[in-house]
C-alpha cells in the first residue's frame, strides 16, 4: 500500500494487477464493461467460506450457520457503503438484469401507466419494459435522439404526463460510454412524483455513484463488472420508502415468519427477497470486493479511467477510425466503441486477439436500438478499468493503427 494524497492508504496499480491472477495470463485484458477479472482478497474470501464456514444462512443456530449469516448480511452494509444508502435498501440479485426485472415484475404496474426509458439502454433495460407493455398494457415512450447518444432532461420533461409512472435509464452507456445527466433526470422525476430508476451497470465501481444525488427510488447493480466482485452478483438498491411496494421474484423457504396450509406470514425486507439458498459466496465475495474498490479509492478510479481513455482516443488520428460517442471527456466513462472502414468488428476484434492477445469485445453490445440509432450493424468496443496499464493502452493504439493501416479502406 502507498500512502497517497492526505495521509490516506490506497492502493496503487502494481499492487491492484499483482492480485489479479488472471492478468498472469498476459492477456491486456480491455473488455472490463462485460465483466471483470477477480482480484486475490475476493477470491479468498470466498474460498474462506467454503474451507471454515461452508453453511446456509438464516436458517441453522450452529457456529458456521451463525458465521455464514453474519458475513453475507455484513454484505449489505459494505454495497450500502459504496453508494450511500443503508443496509435494510439493499437486495441481493445475480446480476443487474435480475435486478431491473425485479422492479419490472414486483411493482404493481397498470393499463395506462406510462414508462419513459430510452434509445440508448442495454436490452436488460429495455425488454422488461416491453413484456409490460405487452402484457399489463402499460405505455412505453421512449426518448433520446442525439448523436453521441446523450440524453437531454428537456425531453423527459416533454414525455412525463399524469400517467408517467416511472423514469429508466442507464447512468453510462454499455455501448458508446456516454455519462448521462442522471442527477437532472433524477430531480424531474421527484418533481413530478415519478418512479425513477437507474440502470448503475456501467459506473458502479467506475465513478462516484450516490443515490441521494442521484434522486433514485432504484439502482440496478452488478457485483461483476466495475466493483471487481464475482459473476452471478448483482444488487438492487431500494430507497426504504419504496422497497415495500415491492413483491419478490420468488417466494419460498428462508422468507417466512409463520405457514398456514392456505396462508403464511412473512418477513420484512430486504430479507424477504432471500427466497431459497442464495449466493453465499458470491455475495460475501461480493461485499469484500466493495472494500477492495474502497480501498483503492473510487475518485481515483474515476481519474484513472479518464486518462486511459483520453489516450486511446489516439486511434481516432487515423482517418480509416471512427470512434462514436461524446466528444466531451467528461461526458465519456471507461468505453471506446469504434470501427474500421472496410472491416467488420468481429474481424477487428479477432485480429487484436491473434496479433497482440488484446481482448475488447465486438458487435452490438446488447444495445440494438444504440447501434440502429448509430445507423451501424456493431461497433468494436474497448473499455478500461483501474488496473489497465498507459503501456497497454499505447499497444491497443498501435495495432488498431496497423490494422486500420494495412486493411482498411
Ligand atoms: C448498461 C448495462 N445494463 C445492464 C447490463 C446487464 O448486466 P448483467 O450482465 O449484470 O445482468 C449490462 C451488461 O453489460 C450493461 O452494460
Not at 444462512?57 to 454484505?75: I, Y
Not at 419513459?116 to 433495460?125: A, L, M, P, Y
Not at 472494500?291 to 489516450?311: F, H, N, P
Not at 488484446?358 to 453490445?365: C, T, Y
Request: aromatic residues 6%.
Amino acid at each position: 500500500m502507498e500512502k497517497g494524497r492526505g495521509e490516506t492508504l490506497t492502493k496503487s496499480v502494481e499492487e491492484v494487477r499483482a492480485e489479479i491472477p488472471f492478468l498472469r495470463t498476459g492477456i491486456i485484458y480491455l473488455d472490463n464493461a462485460a465483466t471483470t477479472p477477480t482480484p486475490e482478497p475476493v477470491i479468498e474470501a470466498m474460498l474462506d467460506y467454503y474451507h471454515e464456514y461452508s453453511a446456509n444462512v438464516g436458517r441453522g443456530l450452529h457456529r458456521a450457520a451463525k458465521r455464514a449469516t453474519a458475513e453475507f448480511e455484513s454484505a449489505r452494509e459494505k454495497i450500502a457503503r459504496v453508494i450511500g444508502a443503508k443496509s435494510n435498501e439493499i437486495i441481493f440479485t445475480k446480476n443487474t438484469t435480475e435486478a431491473i426485472n425485479l422492479v419490472a415484475r414486483g411493482l404493481d404496474f397498470r393499463r395506462g401507466d406510462k414508462i419513459i426509458t430510452t434509445v440508448f439502454e442495454h436490452h436488460s433495460n429495455l425488454l422488461p419494459w416491453q413484456q409490460l407493455e405487452r402484457e399489463r398494457g402499460v405505455k412505453l415512450e421512449i426518448v433520446g435522439s442525439s448523436k453521441e447518444c446523450l440524453l437531454d432532461p428537456a425531453e423527459f420533461e416533454a414525455a412525463i404526463d399524469k400517467n408517467t409512472r416511472l423514469i429508466a435509464t442507464h447512468h453510462v452507456s454499455n455501448a458508446i460510454g456516454s455519462i448521462q445527466p442522471v442527477e437532472e433526470i433524477g430531480k424531474l422525476a421527484q418533481e413530478n412524483d415519478i418512479i425513477y430508476l437507474v440502470d448503475a451497470a456501467q459506473s458502479i465501481g467506475h465513478m462516484p455513484v450516490d443515490v441521494g444525488r442521484l434522486h433514485c427510488d432504484f439502482l440496478a447493480a452488478p457485483g461483476h463488472k466495475g466493483l471487481l466482485g464475482p459473476q452471478g452478483t448483482g444488487f438492487l438498491f431500494a430507497r426504504e420508502e419504496r422497497i415495500r411496494e415491492l413483491a419478490p421474484l420468488l417466494t419460498g423457504g428462508g422468507i417466512v415468519d409463520d405457514v398456514e396450509l392456505h396462508a403464511s406470514k412473512l418477513v420484512e425486507p430486504p430479507q424477504l427477497f432471500d427466497a431459497g439458498t442464495p449466493n453465499i459466496p458470491g455475495v460475501i465475495g461480493l461485499g469484500r470486493a466493495c472494500e477492495y474498490v474502497m480501498d483503492i479509492g473510487i475518485e481515483k478510479i474515476a481519474e484513472r479511467e479518464r486518462k486511459l481513455i483520453e489516450l486511446m482516443l489516439a486511434i481516432e488520428e487515423n482517418s480509416r477510425v471512427k470512434v462514436y460517442g461524446p466528444r466531451d471527456l467528461e461526458r465519456r466513462g471507461g468505453v471506446v466503441s469504434f470501427n474500421v472502414s472496410g472491416l467488420g468488428p468481429h474481424d477487428v476484434a479477432s485480429m487484436l486477439d491473434e496479433l497482440a492477445k488484446i481482448a475488447v469485445r465486438s458487435g452490438h453490445h446488447c444495445a440494438q436500438p444504440t447501434m440502429r440509432h448509430l445507423r451501424v450493424n456493431g461497433t468494436v468496443r474497448a473499455s478500461v478499468h483501474f488496473f489497465n496499464l498507459e503501456q497497454e493502452i499505447e499497444k491497443f493504439v498501435e495495432v488498431v493503427e496497423q490494422i486500420a493501416r494495412e486493411l482498411g479502406t
